[in-house]
């Protein structure tokens, strides 16, 4: 068992393990087998060969009986995605990503629904895997999952977004006013996921909210999981689109909390929860730049004049920097609050042990603590994974 992985935290924190138990267990070569297996709470039950198929049976049947997620009514058939891929961009129906090899940032561009949301849950199902928030939701979960696998040299995630708010807020609302219903419930877990892989990615966050976005309750989730949100103040010179707003729903307040089992907003505003009441008390209202940086839900709203020379400089700056020592800051920032085992094993811990110190940037012949004090510029492999 290696220590700093999450294994050890497995153990004691999810099969609670008493910590000498476990520390006999975690250093003995041939294992614990069959009754004190059971009674260190290593395994629930222990069964023959020629039982185990119909146990296990047994007990899927049990716990899907208890399961609060079982429902009654049709599901929907999860179709293949559309998706095209080229050498610098990869097409769905509502989600796009452009890759910047030489800059080495990849641009998400999330597009709004074209039309409201279906009046009741059978308009739902007649919409299929297409109705808009499950699409999106498997559309950027394809997409952050082909980045992370396939695109190690880029170092930024750049979020944007365009479309109607109107219709976002109209689907947020569904998925509320429908959140008894078990696929709405699924859906609304599903985009609880998603949003849990984007905060563990180990890329830089930026989110841009620009003229004609709509960043609107869930997709504002990508606001406040960013590392950094900019938001431009009025209009650009010749851009006819309207001003950037940010809206807040009910599904910024609870549905999609993050491994620690905070939301975003409450793990942004531990300093002050009143600071969390006054942004709720905004529910429903369209945000103007300045009103958002007052409340706190960007990081800068920036004019025209000054909008593309800082966000360059920001980028430049932040694709030189050493991505193992980003990921380990990055995951150490972005989980603010009270730790709990999931937040352990993949968030915080997870980038310390195994980023900081471990990996050649760091301590390799030409990796930053063997250079230090020495004059000489660490040489960084730039790949992150």
């Not at 390799?364 to 250079?371: S, T, V, Y």
Request: glycine share 8%; hydrophobic share 40%; with cysteine.
């Amino acid at each position: 068992m290696l220590p700093g992985t999450g294994g050890l935290t497995r153990v004691v924190d999810k099969r609670k393990v008493r910590r000498d138990h476990a520390d006999f267990f975690c250093t003995i070569e041939e294992g614990i087998k069959g009754k004190r297996a059971v009674q260190w709470r290593l395994v629930d039950e222990i069964a023959p060969n020629s039982k185990l198929e119909g146990k296990l049976a047994e007990r899927v049947k049990e716990f899907a009986a208890k399961s609060k997620r079982n429902g009654e009514g049709k599901g929907l058939a999860l179709t293949p995605l559309a998706r095209t891929i080229d050498d610098s961009a990869i097409r769905y129906g509502f989600v796009s990503v452009d890759i910047d090899r030489a800059a080495r940032i990849a641009t998400i561009s999330i597009k709004a629904p074209e039309a409201a949301a279906p009046a009741n849950i059978d308009g739902l199902i007649g919409q299929g895997a297409s109705f808009w928030p499950l699409q999106v939701a498997r559309e950027l979960d394809d997409a952050i999952l082909h980045l992370r696998i396939n695109e190690l040299g880029i170092a930024m995630l750049v979020f944007k977004s365009h479309g109607d708010r109107a219709n976002v807020v109209s689907y947020d609302a569904f998925l509320e006013a429908n959140k008894a219903h078990w696929l709405v419930n699924e859906i609304r877990h599903y985009w609880k996921r998603v949003l849990k892989r984007i905060d563990v990615t180990s890329r830089t966050l930026v989110t841009l909210v620009e003229p004609g976005s709509c960043f609107v309750g869930t997709l504002a989730e990508l606001v406040f999981a960013a590392d950094r949100s900019y938001m431009l103040i009025g209009q650009k010179q010749g851009d006819n689109r309207p001003p950037p707003a940010i809206e807040l729903t009910a599904m910024n307040f609870g549905p999609y909390p993050m491994s620690h089992g905070l939301t975003r907003l409450q793990s942004r505003f531990q300093a002050d929860p009143s600071d969390l009441e006054r942004a709720q008390a905004s529910i429903g209202k369209a945000l103007d730049a300045e009103e958002a940086e007052e409340l706190g839900l960007v990081t800068f709203a920036l004019d025209d004049i000054d909008w593309d020379d800082e966000v360059r400089v920001f980028f430049e700056e932040r694709t030189s920097f050493s991505p193992d020592g980003l990921t380990g800051m990055e995951a150490n920032l972005r989980f603010v609050g009270p730790e709990t085992m999931e937040s352990k094993i993949f968030s915080r811990l997870t980038a310390w042990q195994n980023w900081i110190f471990q990996r050649p940037n760091a301590v390799g012949e030409d990796g930053a603590l063997r250079r230090y004090g020495t004059g000489q510029k660490a040489q960084f492999d730039m790949t992150r994974v």
